[in-house]
């Protein structure tokens, strides 16, 4: 019997949704493959999150716990000395450290330790149990404080001094000490810069009024930050505390300046550093360059280029000129000019890890530009080789060997090999913090914050923490010797 209208109508449909089925699950092993490509070979940065301080038994205060703070009073970025006697040998005691932000925001840190066989607790010999900071670290307490999610500490230009409080829980009961850390902002002075092409922050030591006190002609440092980063107040403030004339130099991204690192003029540098040669709190004492991530970069290459520069602390550096950098273009050209011709450069490398970002990107993933900068390095011409010894001073480097933005470890060894090479006359320190990433962390207070939403930088918070700190207490060593009498 011949099939009825209503069969036909229903075998159609059924052909149209087995259709569909196939092609759904051929979108769907399609994406799933994408999902897979683009997660592959790019792993995420490590972070820590060890959640609120777990709640203690309600306790009395303790006559025989000690909590000892040593400063009871320093700076920022000084080191303590903290400790807890009069425990009960092999109990666990949770130590919490906890302070408010500008805007009166709690941030705490804490980590739980065992005691040892003597009553005590030195979080510089002991490793926390666990906590918001991992491994063997006697500052953990004071940078890994958090305020939930992924809040940043707001520090106030106002403030001179800051109140910590320091609470020792066990089942013995609990104790209690407070300290204070000082900021650098009483005791300098900053005024912004507009003038000759010049864009920055100009940083000085001693408050306001107190010039005719001090004597001129003091070291200057020109500070350089990396691709997308705005004025760096904070540590202006530091270096300027301790005797340096600092001008935190913009050249790209600030208001005023070129949006996208691409051919900027090297003479940025040089104009900076005409202007405070003009300027009697300088005159002509030595010059130096404190640089990081592209602002490294470019301080190699102004120092190789002008022989006023008497040295260069350079952080995760490069050791070539690579293209500029504007998310809009894949191609955009050199990072610097010189004399009004560009830089040479190595070349943008287009392949899979590019493509692999830009899904990632779309997908709202972070990031990690290693594999292309490593690619570009490979291809890099000799005129990008920066001459670095054409610089007339001693060089510092610091670089992260789990570094996933650039292979700042392999360029600053290549920075070094080439100085050996050339018979550099000067002094060259090149420290490698094997675990850390490309953003070493020199702070001494609360972090909070969280991974990048956008960029992959490697290593993980206490490597970064540690790595960072070393280096900012060698790097302004090595600015003191370098640029003093």
Request: proline share 8%.
């Amino acid at each position: 019997m011949p099939s009825s209208g209503t069969d036909r109508r229903g075998e159609r449909r059924s052909r149209r949704w087995r259709r569909f089925g196939v092609a759904l699950a051929v979108v769907t092993a399609i994406s799933g493959a994408i999902v897979a490509w683009a997660l592959a070979g790019v792993s995420p940065d490590p972070w820590h999150d060890a959640g609120p301080a777990p709640a203690q038994p309600a306790g009395e205060r303790s006559a025989s716990i000690e909590v000892v703070v040593e400063p009871s009073a320093s700076r920022i970025d000084e080191t303590l000395s903290i400790s807890v006697s009069g425990l009960v040998p092999s109990e666990e005691v949770v130590l919490s450290l906890s302070t408010e932000d500008a805007e009166g925001v709690e941030f705490v840190a804490w980590a739980r330790y065992r005691v040892d066989g003597e009553g005590r607790v030195d979080p510089s010999t002991r490793a926390p149990l666990g906590g918001t900071y991992r491994g063997l670290d006697g500052q953990g307490l004071l940078w890994s404080g958090r305020a939930g999610g992924e809040r940043s500490f707001a520090h106030s230009a106002s403030w001179g001094r800051r109140t910590y409080r320091l609470r020792a829980e066990s089942g013995a009961g609990f104790a209690e000490a407070s300290f204070e850390r000082r900021y650098p902002w009483p005791r300098v002075r900053h005024e912004p810069v507009r003038e000759g092409g010049v864009v920055g922050e100009l940083w000085l030591p001693g408050p306001e009024g107190a010039f005719d006190e001090l004597a001129q002609g003091g070291a200057a440092i020109l500070l350089l930050g990396g691709w997308g980063d705005g004025p760096a107040p904070l540590r202006s403030a530091l270096l300027a505390d301790r005797g340096f004339v600092v001008l935190n130099l913009g050249f790209h991204g600030w208001e005023g300046l070129p949006p996208n690192l691409v051919q900027i003029p090297v003479e940025t540098v040089t104009r900076a550093l005409d202007l405070l040669r003009s300027r009697p709190e300088v005159g002509e004492a030595p010059v130096g360059l404190f640089g990081v991530s592209k602002g490294a970069e470019l301080a190699l290459l102004a120092a190789s280029a002008d022989d006023r520069i008497s040295a260069v602390a350079a952080w995760v550096p490069a050791s070539v000129t690579f293209a500029g950098i504007d998310l809009r273009d894949p191609t955009p050209g050199c990072s610097w000019t010189w004399r009004g011709e560009p830089v040479p450069c190595a070349p943008p490398r287009l392949g899979l890890p590019e493509i692999r970002n830009t899904v990632r990107l779309l997908l709202g993933w972070p990031v990690s530009f290693r594999h292309g900068y490593l690619a570009a390095l490979e291809a890099t011409p000799p005129e990008a080789r920066i001459a670095v010894e054409r610089i007339a001073g001693p060089v510092l480097l610091a670089s992260g060997g789990d570094d996933r933005l650039w292979p700042s470890a392999e360029m600053a060894r290549e920075v070094e090999d080439r100085l050996q090479a050339r018979g550099f006359p000067h002094p060259v320190v090149n420290h490698v913090f094997r675990e850390a990433g490309h953003g070493l962390a020199p702070a001494l207070w609360p972090q909070g914050g969280g991974p990048s939403r956008f960029l992959i930088r490697g290593g993980d918070a206490t490597a970064n923490h540690l790595a960072g700190r070393q280096a900012w207490a060698e790097t302004v060593a090595f600015l003191d010797s370098a640029l003093g009498d």
